[in-house]
């Protein structure tokens, strides 16, 4: 997993419990890297599963709405690295439906080693898409929050559902209506 997932994970919970949290999960965690990230660098995933679940553990939120929380954080973090990416669209449905084939392509051209998750469109109209998330990290509820926060970009809004196809979260379809 990619550096800067960790460091923008560090900076949003120092941002919201404070840098003693910080030092408590991390200090709670039996980390190969000993905590010590770097943007570019890769890292294990076990070691953000620590992090969140010692998050979860000790302010008491589920995992899935902190990572819901993380997502539309890192959306910002998005936004102002590459203002030209969210650019090339005009609107949400369309720029959601090119996560696969436009925004992990230029992804992976960054951060060559950079393992994403997969989204298969199962369906699109101008109003409505459903697709599938695939990625064995079931960081669904991440995703939940950057599709949020790239609707509140357009200055629109949706109805996004999610639904278990693998109970484990590892493949989740997302059903999404714009209002």
């Known amino acids: 997993m990619k550096g800067i997932v960790f460091t923008e994970f560090l900076d949003l919970v120092e941002d919201k419990f404070g840098l003693e949290m910080v030092d408590k999960i991390i200090s709670e965690s039996k980390l190969e890297s000993e905590g010590a990230y770097t943007a ?3 890292y294990s995933f076990s070691e953000m599963l620590q992090l969140l679940t010692h998050l979860s553990k000790y302010t008491e939120i589920p995992i899935d709405n902190l990572l819901l929380v993380y997502g539309e954080h ?7 690295s590459y203002p030209g990416l969210l ?3 005009k609107d949400p449905i369309d720029m959601l439906s090119s996560i696969e084939n436009h925004i992990h392509v230029e992804v992976q051209k960054i951060y060559p ?3 994403l998750p997969t989204f298969v469109v ?3 109209s101008e109003n409505s898409l459903i697709m599938v998330y695939k990625s064995s990290r079931a960081m669904h509820h991440f995703g939940l929050g950057l599709m949020n926060k790239t609707f509140e970009h ?7 559902q999610l639904e278990k196809i693998k109970e484990d979260g590892t493949q989740v379809r997302f059903i999404v209506a714009k209002n």
């Open 87 to 89: 650019a090339t669209y």
């Open 154 to 160: 357009f200055n629109s809004t949706a109805t996004i």
């Open 122 to 124: 199962e369906e699109k």
């Open 74 to 80: 890192f959306f910002s973090v998005i936004e102002n």
């Open 113 to 115: 080693d950079a393992e």
């Open 40 to 42: 570019i660098g890769t």
